[in-house]
């Protein structure tokens, strides 16, 4: 919330969004740098009332619009560094053990490069799947992984998103409809051996898509016989699989109609234990 508000404050009203209106508001500028180790993609050196914001300049741009903005994300929310934990872990774009603080500034970060009022105008006419989220980096700069993390939490309708290193499951976001009918992906489990993306992984493919049980993702019994379309392309870095899961038919007629639930669900990125409720509305089920 704390970055949408900065998003209105600043101004933001077009894509790709201007870092420079976000620097303003940190009191900060920016220099790129070639001293950053490879594991570094940046840091903040305060200078009383300023700060100055150091990008690697070997970083792809579309990360290092990202790092700015993480490191904008520390000054304001006043959230101390812990990046020497990132480099003993792989780096600031691994998920292996990063810490708490590093997460909220990385979703600080996805909410201002992708913001949410921007995000609503270009998934009215969203298609599921990584070609269309392909093209909204491409008009972001922004990276694959960012932007399908994003378009899951703001799709207008039932898919998640779940990022995958060395084969489990690290990270995952889903729409307000999919939070709704109480789909969680399970954390930290290994990706399943049957799932579109498990097959990728056994066989080296770099990308892969197809119709699994949704089961596989998923713990709970009442989703055994509903079924999923699976979308996944694989990173050459940190040996990341990035995968969009969602319902085929995709008319959760149940759930349509609930908009204070879904209110509610996407001011909560972050996902939430299985609770065991699910009051799957009984359509898109497999026969
Ligand atoms: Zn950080």
Same mark, same amino acid.
């Given at each position: +919330?704390?970055?949408?508000?900065? !998003? ?8 790709? !969004? ?13 220099? @790129? /740098?070639?001293? =950053? ?18 990008? %690697? ?33 792989? $780096?600031?774009?691994? @998920? ?9 500034? &990385? ?5 201002? =490069? =992708? ?8 998934? $009215? &006419? ?6 269309? *989220? /392909?093209?909204?980096?491409?008009? @972001?700069?922004? /990276? ?16 998640? @998103? !779940? ?23 399970? /954390?930290?489990?290994? *990706? ?5 993306? #498990?097959?990728?992984?056994?066989? #080296?493919?770099?990308? #892969? ?12 019994? &009442? ?5 999923? +379309? ?8 940190? %040996?990341?699989? =990035? ?32 609770? $065991? ?11």
């Amino acid at each position: +919330m704390r970055a949408r508000a900065l !998003v209105k404050s600043c101004g933001i009203d077009a894509a790709p !969004v201007d870092i420079t209106k976000f620097l303003a508001a940190a009191n900060a500028e920016l220099q @790129y /740098s070639d001293r =950053l180790g490879s594991g570094t993609a940046g840091m903040t050196i305060p200078l009383g009332e300023r700060n100055l914001i150091l990008i %690697n300049e070997h970083e792809a741009i579309e990360r290092q619009r990202f790092t700015a903005l993480h490191e904008i994300a520390h000054i304001l929310l006043d959230l101390p560094s812990r990046h020497d934990q990132d480099v003993d872990s792989g $780096g600031m774009f691994s @998920y292996v053990r990063r810490p708490p603080e590093e997460i909220a500034c &990385d979703t600080f970060a996805a909410e201002c =490069l =992708l913001p949410h009022s921007l995000l609503q105008q270009d998934l $009215g &006419d969203a298609v599921a799947g990584f070609e269309f *989220v /392909s093209r909204l980096a491409d008009k @972001y700069q922004a /990276s694959l992984a960012c932007t399908a993390s994003r378009v899951a939490i703001n799709a207008p309708f039932a898919c998640a @998103y !779940v990022l995958s290193q060395d084969g489990f499951v690290r990270f995952s976001t889903s729409s307000p409809a999919m939070r709704a009918s109480k789909f969680f992906v399970t /954390s930290r489990i290994q *990706v399943p051996a049957a799932s579109i993306t #498990g097959q990728c992984l056994k066989a #080296g493919l770099r990308t #892969g898509s197809g119709q699994v049980a949704a089961h596989l993702w998923t713990s709970t019994d &009442d989703f055994e016989d509903v079924d999923l +379309m699976e979308d996944v392309r694989f990173s050459g870095v940190w %040996n990341q699989a =990035l995968t969009l899961l969602w319902i085929e038919d995709g008319d959760l007629p149940d759930l349509r109609g609930q908009r204070s639930i879904d209110d509610r669900a996407a001011e909560e990125p972050l996902l939430r234990e299985l609770d $065991g409720v699910l009051p799957w509305p009984g359509r898109g089920r497999r026969s």
